[in-house]
Nanobody, 121 residues
């Protein structure tokens, strides 16, 4: 079992930055590909980024490439999402997930409670 707790959300102006963190408890954290998703009311949860178990490979949705960076620290059982040049359309609840990546990301049923990110002037 994996428990995930997100933090770091908040209100930021357009063009600003935020760093989200996701602390994981449980065994074999490094055995999971970790990902961030986001969701706005009335829409499906959207994949944002993923990082492989050893941190060597990363994957991003096109809309955040060049602005967001996902990373992980396996010694701290934590995954991060550095978000720069934020736009109002990045406003959402951001969720951490543990899963696997083959030809596409496969989320397992391990989700955090989410953290709200609001980009507004």
């Amino acid at each position: 079992q994996v428990r995930l707790v997100e933090s770091g959300g908040g209100l930021v102006q357009p063009g600003g930055s935020l760093r989200l963190s996701c602390a994981a408890s449980g065994r074999t954290f490094s055995g999971y590909t970790m990902a961030w998703f986001r969701q706005v009311p009335g829409k499906e949860r959207e994949f944002v980024a993923a990082v492989s178990g050893n941190g060597g490979r990363t994957y991003y949705v096109d809309s955040v490439k060049g602005r967001f960076t996902i990373s992980r620290d396996n010694a701290k059982n934590t995954v991060y999402l550095q978000m720069n040049s934020l736009k109002p359309e990045d406003t959402a609840v951001y969720y951490c997930n543990a899963g696997n990546y083959k030809s596409d990301y496969v989320p397992y049923n391990y989700w955090g409670q989410g953290t709200q990110v609001t980009v507004s002037s």
